[in-house]
C-alpha cells in the first residue's frame, strides 16, 4: 500500500495568514493526489483533484502543487471558515489512501 | 443536482452484520462507480473499496475483503455495502462517495455505525 504522510498533524494560524500542508506519498503517484477539507459533523468536500485542480466553487485562496511524492496544499488569505481538517488522498493505485489529516486552526 | 442520501444510524451487537444504502440521484448512476470510505470517531479516513454500477464489479481494500460485500440494485439507484462479523473497532461513520476520475466529487451524508455489546 502507498503511504501518505500529512505534515503537519496541526496548525494554529490567522485571519489572513498564508498556510502550507505537505502530503508525502511512499512512492510516486504522479499527479494523483486530492485535496478535502472536512468541518466536525460534516462529509468531507473536494478541494483540488489532479494535484492542482480546483473543484469548482471551492475560492481561489486554495491552491496545490507537487508531483512523484511530494504534494502541497496552499490555503492563502486565510479566513475563519477555513478552520477545518485537511486530508490529501492518492487515487494513483488501489487500496486508495489518504493522510492522516492537519488539523487547521484559525 | 447529485445527491447521495444513506440510510440511518445503527446500533448492533459484536458478531452481528449491517447493511448500509446509498441512494443516488441527479446523474446517470450507472456512470460512475461508487466507493466507501470509513472513519473511526476522532480519525481519519479509511477508504475501504468501490463498485461499478454498470457492472456489479468490485475492488475491495485488502483489510475488508473478507467481511466486506458492495452491491448495486440499479432499479433503485441505489448501492449497499455490508459488513460481516463486526467488532468494537468497526465503530465508524461509513461514508458513500460519487467517483469522478478517481476522486471522490460527492459524498453521502454518512452512517454512523455503532458496535456495542
Known amino acids: 500500500d502507498i503511504q501518505m504522510t500529512q505534515s503537519p498533524s496541526s496548525l494554529s494560524a490567522s485571519v489572513g495568514d498564508r498556510v502550507s500542508i505537505t502530503c508525502r506519498a511512499s512512492?510516486?503517484?504522479?499527479?494523483?493526489l486530492a485535496w478535502y477539507q472536512q468541518k466536525p459533523g460534516e462529509a468531507p468536500k473536494l478541494l483540488l483533484y489532479?494535484?492542482?485542480k480546483l473543484q469548482s466553487g471551492v475560492p481561489s485562496r486554495f491552491s496545490g502543487s507537487g508531483s512523484g511524492t511530494e504534494h502541497i496544499l496552499t490555503i492563502t488569505s486565510l479566513q475563519p471558515e477555513d478552520s477545518a481538517t485537511y486530508y490529501c488522498?492518492?487515487?494513483?493505485?488501489?487500496?486508495?489512501?489518504f493522510g492522516q489529516g492537519t488539523k487547521l486552526e484559525i | 443536482q447529485v445527491q447521495l442520501v444513506q440510510s440511518g444510524a445503527e446500533v448492533k451487537k459484536p458478531g452481528a452484520s449491517v447493511k448500509v444504502s446509498c441512494k443516488a440521484s441527479?446523474?446517470?448512476?450507472?456512470?460512475?462507480?461508487i466507493h466507501w470510505v470509513r472513519q473511526a470517531p476522532g480519525q481519519g479516513l479509511e477508504w475501504m473499496g468501490w463498485?461499478?454500477?454498470?457492472?456489479?464489479?468490485?475492488i475491495y481494500a485488502p483489510k475488508f475483503q473478507a467481511r466486506v460485500t458492495m452491491t448495486v440494485d440499479r432499479s433503485i439507484n441505489t448501492a449497499y455495502m455490508e459488513v460481516t462479523s463486526l467488532r468494537s473497532d468497526d465503530t465508524a461513520i461509513y461514508y458513500c462517495?460519487?467517483?469522478?476520475?478517481?476522486?471522490?466529487?460527492?459524498w453521502g451524508q454518512g452512517t454512523l455505525v455503532t458496535v456495542s455489546s
Open positions: 462517495a460519487r467517483d469522478n476520475g478517481g476522486t471522490f466529487h460527492s
Open positions: 441527479g446523474y446517470s448512476f450507472t456512470g460512475n462507480s
Open positions: 463498485i461499478i454500477p454498470s457492472n456489479g464489479g468490485t
Open positions: 512512492q510516486g503517484i504522479t499527479n494523483s
Open positions: 489532479a494535484t492542482s
Open positions: 488522498h492518492q487515487y494513483y493505485t488501489t487500496p486508495n489512501t
